[in-house]
Structures are given as C-alpha cells and as structure tokens.
C-alpha cells in the first residue's frame, strides 16, 4: 500500500524556517516523482517543488532561493526546507507521488497525497 506522512508544520515567525518531512511506504522516493503542494484557504492548491527519481528539482518561481527539496534514501524520505518564511506562505502542506516521470504542476497526475500538514507564518 504506497502512503505518504508528512510532519514538521507548525507555527514560526516571519523571516523564520521549518523543514517539513515526507515520509514514504510502500515504494522508494529515489524510484518516484515526489512534489510538495500547498493550499490557502480559499485558493486552489499550487505545486510548490518537485524531486524527481534521479534527483532533479524544480520549483515555483516565487519561491526559488527560499525553499529547497531533497530526500534521504536511507530515510526513504522528501524533505522541504523552508527559509525566510512570510505571513503568504501560510497553507496546509501537502506531498504528493506522480504517475508521470517528470515534474509537473498538474494535480490530477498525482495518485498518492499525504494527509497534509499546516504552516503558520504569524508574528
């Protein structure tokens, strides 16, 4: 059964970072495409950074330089490391596995999401 878990949100202060965690079953991350999604309240959901199987990356423009993913093999797990976070990048975070081999933004592409897990970015 593939299954997603993601944790590592909470609350932080702007200009503050959080790493949230992916952690899979029932598959390997290094065999996958793996992407991290978010969803504010009221708007739709935007893909935010994807790994690919063999480690490429890419990421929503907006967000290049802040945020960076990765994953450990050994872990069997996708990280999302977020810097220099703003009262905007509050949502509910998601990790989702494609059915394509590559990255892309298209939601119904992704078969297996998380449970999802929320950032609040407040003073």
């Known amino acids: 059964q593939l299954q997603l878990v993601e944790s590592g949100g909470g609350l932080v202060q702007p200009g503050g970072s959080l790493r949230l965690s992916c952690a899979a079953s029932?598959?390997?991350?290094?065999?996958?495409?793996i992407a991290w999604f978010r969803q504010a309240p009221g708007k739709e959901r935007e893909a935010v950074a994807c790994?690919?199987?063999?480690?490429?990356?890419s990421y929503l423009d907006s967000l290049k330089g802040r945020f960076t993913v990765s994953r450990d093999n050994a872990k069997n797990t996708v990280y999302l490391q977020m810097n220099s976070l703003k009262p905007e990048d509050t949502a509910v975070y998601y990790c989702?596995?494609?059915?394509?081999?590559?990255?892309?933004?298209?939601?119904?592409?992704?078969?297996?999401w998380g449970q999802g897990t929320q950032v609040t970015v407040s003073s």
């Open positions: 989702a596995k494609s059915t394509f081999y590559y990255c892309s933004g298209y939601v119904p592409s992704f078969g297996t």
């Open positions: 029932g598959f390997t991350v290094d065999s996958a495409v």
């Open positions: 790994i690919t199987g063999t480690g490429s990356t």
